[in-house]
């Protein structure tokens, strides 16, 4: 996400090799590291957290089915001729350098207190020759990420682990996430019906019981996912975006009982972005008359482009407009509007960014013209890696909630 991990990939396994294999929390150590290092460039270079283009064989790779051999260093290249298949793809992808299972809330007590809440596990191989020469090691890292916003309050929480060591891993009959004591737990080898636990830093306690109300949506060409027309920048990507969830938040010792909407998000990649690239802009909204809309925007860097109110730095634009029964609609970039309307300045750690934190999403062919804004103020999230993650409002010709990602700034 943030172009400061293109140097996790180096820092990380350096890190791990120099502490006992238990003890894995290293956010602090990763983030004063990572940060320090990124603070004297002006115009960092992409992330590798995106792929590294480097382990690729050819540009066309993706299209002709051709992939890389992850044991020669080199990680396997998404194509068509390997169809995405559920439910045997809920679970890890090892041989594709990234992949994240994330699920997000929007979710209201019964004082009528809204909340976003983001879990979150990230999974990322190393190349064999950054391996730690350890026999309990494999490429395998993972980080957790969790998030919750109420009105006044933001509580976060990063947790890193190794890969082959117990304490991290998704499996997928029956399907289980966990790293360390966060566990999101099914009885079948579908993620849902399930239920989710996990604290952050002592001061939240959140349990929830999730149910699927649809279909999961294949993104894409039936979850073979463009991210610009380079044929190499390609993912694997589902979503369930009927999440009925419900449960308690426990906040400072006190306990609000809450119910509210999910959607959830499986990629596995090894290529996601090439150099031009800084990150991108992502929205996942519930709409009110039972329809969803997933809308992406690759955004590059540049003078006079980032942040800008046109679609100067855009590389890439699609979304997927999911009707109340599931049916899904790719949505080509001639066929929607993703479009900057302000910006929120938001400073951490002495740095100074200016985020488009609301916008306007118009699809003519939908009748959708929607703005979506922040839920509140300063949404963001200080970890090994900085980025925007947090619930948003739905007005217009359509109101709703939902999520907004925001990387690159």
Not at 64 to 92: A, I, W
Not at 144 to 153: F, P, Q, V
Not at 173 to 178: H, K
Not at 329 to 342: G, V
Request: with cysteine; glycine share 8%.
């Amino acid at each position: 996400m943030k172009p400061t991990l293109n140097l996790l990939s180096e820092i990380f396994p350096t890190l791990l090799k120099r502490i006992e294999p238990l003890k894995f929390s290293l956010s602090v150590a990763m983030a004063v590291c990572v940060l320090t290092c990124s603070a004297c460039s002006d115009a960092p270079a992409p992330s590798r957290f995106f792929g590294d283009l480097s382990k690729s064989n050819s540009e066309d790779s993706a299209e002709n089915g051709s992939s890389s051999d992850s044991s020669t260093g080199s990680f396997q290249s998404v194509n068509k001729t390997t169809p995405l298949v559920l439910p045997k793809d809920h679970g890890s992808h090892p041989d594709y350098q990234l992949e994240w299972w994330y699920l997000t809330f929007v979710l209201g007590d019964d004082e009528n207190n809204e909340y976003g809440l983001q879990f979150t596990l990230f999974r990322f191989a190393t190349a064999k020759e950054t391996q730690i020469a350890s026999s309990w090691s494999t490429p395998q890292q993972w980080m957790g990420h969790a998030s919750l916003h109420a009105k006044d309050e933001h509580f976060f929480e990063e947790r890193l682990a190794a890969g082959g060591v117990g304490n991290a891993f998704v499996k997928p009959a029956p399907f289980n996430a966990v790293i360390d004591d966060w566990s999101w737990q099914s009885k079948s080898d579908s993620p849902f019906p399930a239920t989710l636990q996990f604290s952050i830093n002592n001061n939240v306690d959140i349990a929830l019981s999730l149910t699927a109300k649809g279909p999961f949506v294949k993104q894409g060409d039936k979850g073979y996912s463009k991210k610009t027309e380079d044929a190499r920048l390609r993912s694997y990507y589902y979503s369930q975006p009927f999440i009925d969830a419900s449960g308690t938040l426990d906040i400072n010792n006190t306990t609000f009982n809450v119910k509210g909407l999910g959607w959830y998000d499986h990629e596995w990649t090894s290529h996601l972005a090439n150099s031009n690239a800084m990150g991108w802009d992502w929205f996942s909204l519930h709409l009110d008359d039972g329809s969803k809309l997933m809308a992406f925007r690759m955004h590059a860097t540049g003078a006079g482009t980032k942040g800008t109110k046109n679609r100067g730095s855009e590389i890439y634009t699609t979304a997927s407009y999911i009707t109340a029964s599931g049916d899904k609609e790719t949505l080509a970039l001639n066929e929607i509007s993703i479009m900057p309307l302000d910006n929120e300045q938001i400073t951490t750690l002495n740095t100074e960014r200016d985020v488009p934190t609301t916008w306007q999403i118009t699809i003519p062919s939908k009748d959708v013209d929607i703005t979506v804004s922040p839920f509140k103020s300063g949404q963001w999230n200080s970890s090994v890696f900085e980025y925007y993650e947090g619930r948003v409002n739905v007005t217009g010709t359509h109101k709703g909630a939902g999520f907004m990602e925001l990387t690159g700034y």
